[in-house]
């Protein structure tokens, strides 16, 4: 087995296709890095694998890719490279890829991906990996996780109190951990809001108690996240929550040409930077810090620095926080924000227990 310095950190960010497998995977992997020397006086390669969303899923793969550049930018000495996954069938190749590339931190971006990435970290003791929105007890696997529930709740208070028809929705790209912990706490945020103001505020497409739902089955269908939220409208929703990647800027979109029939909450990057053109309807997001924790781990790992411990993000370390809410800031009530901000500090004391199934362990 070669040597490395520390552990590569085989990041899985599902990022796609491997060069290795380019004719099965899909896509030649990306480049954007330099030959300078690290301070071992060796070059450090991070490469990230990014799920079925693709790199412009607007949501956690173009978080991961960001978190990539900006080490790059900290650290000249880190080359940085990304693979686009088509199918679930690429996820193993394409990590297997980068390990015979000899990539340093390989980072695995997605829970769909954690089934693969198990199977290659087992196979590969002496890489470094990385895996965003899963959990494993492998040594040589550095998790990233979110306590989204936390941000979420705060989202579904905010709903609660912005509805104008007493109904909001949510749908999900798939029913797996990542997707329902958004969902849980923002029916949660709902109910709070119910019981503080004495509401009825109905929450369409997701019941916690049942964890059963509305899904595309689907992270990259634009289409037909247009379709669930064109049902939820007619069911009289004016506020939705997509937790799809790319498929919910088909509700986005949707929304703007509405001309402001309803409005949307975004997840995982502020939806005013990640989708622009929709932020007139974007009445906040649900921010997942995936930038700032994958930007941490390449930067520590070109220095040689341990990667043992897990990341958890939470509203007390900023790894899950609300998004400002740019062309709402004028129309959400000065009382909400007081009380949303009354909410944050309770959970961040304990005051307030906000929890999920799907919760890191």
């Not at 997840?267 to 924790?293: M, Y």
Request: net charge neutral; with cysteine; proline share 5%.
């Amino acid at each position: 087995m070669r040597p490395v310095r520390g552990m590569r950190l085989v990041a899985l960010v599902a990022v796609g296709g491997l060069t290795l497998a380019a004719s099965a995977c899909g896509e030649k992997p990306t480049e954007n890095g330099s030959t300078a020397a690290s301070p071992t006086g060796k070059a450090y390669t991070a490469c990230m694998v990014t799920d079925q969303g693709g790199l412009d899923d607007k949501s956690f793969n173009a978080s991961a890719w960001k978190g990539l550049e900006n080490a790059k930018a900290k650290n000249p000495a880190i080359q940085i490279k990304n693979v686009q996954s088509k199918t679930e069938a690429d996820y193993e190749p394409n990590l297997n890829g980068f390990v015979q590339q000899k990539c340093d931190f390989v980072l695995a971006v997605g829970g769909l991906m954690s089934t693969a990435l198990e199977k290659v970290a087992k196979a590969n003791p002496n890489q470094q990996f990385g895996i965003v929105d899963a959990g494993s007890t492998l040594p040589n696997v550095h998790t990233m996780q979110y306590r989204t529930e936390q941000a979420a709740f705060l989202a579904g208070y905010l709903a609660g109190g912005m509805t104008k028809s007493g109904k909001v929705a949510t749908y999900g790209g798939m029913k797996i951990p990542p997707v329902t912990i958004f969902m849980d706490g923002y029916a949660d945020g709902v109910a709070e809001y119910n019981k503080v103001k004495s509401k009825t505020v109905q929450v369409l497409g997701w019941n916690k108690a049942k964890q059963t739902g509305t899904f595309t089955e689907d992270f990259d269908a634009p289409d037909k996240g247009k379709a669930k939220s064109d049902a939820f409208v007619a069911q009289g929703a004016d506020i939705i929550l997509p937790v799809a990647g790319k498929t919910g800027t088909g509700t986005a979109s949707a929304a703007k040409a509405s001309g402001g029939k309803y409005s949307v909450i975004w997840v995982d990057q502020d939806g005013c930077v990640s989708n622009a053109e929709n932020c007139p309807v974007f009445l906040t997001t649900i921010v997942k810090n995936v930038t700032d924790a994958v930007t941490d781990a390449v930067v520590k790992g070109a220095g040689g620095e341990d990667l043992k411990a897990p990341y958890v993000g939470t509203l007390a370390n900023n790894g899950v926080s609300l998004a400002p809410f740019h062309d709402f800031e004028d129309k959400v009530p000065a009382e909400l924000k007081a009380e949303i901000d009354k909410l944050k500090a309770d959970i961040i004391a304990g005051t307030i227990n906000v929890n999920s199934p799907a919760a890191p362990k």
